[in-house]
């Protein structure tokens, strides 16, 4: 069992937004026990799909939230997201999919949190 805990330094500080982040950990903890189970294809795929969906919910309301606030960097950010959704699709169209893959798709959006989505938290609070 592979569980990924959100804590507070993934905080971006919009209490929405880290709602969304901390069940999206849930979902990529329940996608990595899955894989390292060895668990049966049609399992994985729909703990994925359902996944990919959350995923595109969430990124639709971040870069809805970001337009409110007049982001000056969505349109690059929105650029991260679409590339995530097609490696994540990518992904999820592999005959073989390993746990390395999909812990490569965990860590970009680990990294996507402290690096991008940090940023426009910071920038709602400095222009409120
Ligand atoms: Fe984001
Ligand atoms: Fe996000």
């Not at 729909?46 to 969505?74: G, N, S, W």
């Amino acid at each position: 069992m592979i569980k990924l805990t959100w804590d507070e330094h993934f905080s971006v500080g919009v209490a929405s937004m880290d709602k969304q982040h901390q069940v999206i950990f849930d979902h990529m903890s329940a996608v990595s026990s899955a894989l390292e189970e060895d668990a049966p294809r049609s399992r994985s795929a729909l703990l994925l799909e359902t996944f990919d969906i959350y995923c595109k919910m969430h990124f639709f309301e971040e870069e809805r939230l970001m337009d409110e606030m007049q982001y000056p960097a969505l349109a690059g950010h929105r650029r991260q997201h679409d590339l995530f959704v097609s490696d994540l699709e990518g992904f999820m169209a592999q005959k073989h999919q390993g746990l390395d893959g999909f812990f490569a798709i965990r860590d970009w959006f680990l990294n996507h949190i402290l690096r991008e989505d940090i940023p426009y938290g910071a920038f709602r609070r400095d222009h409120p």
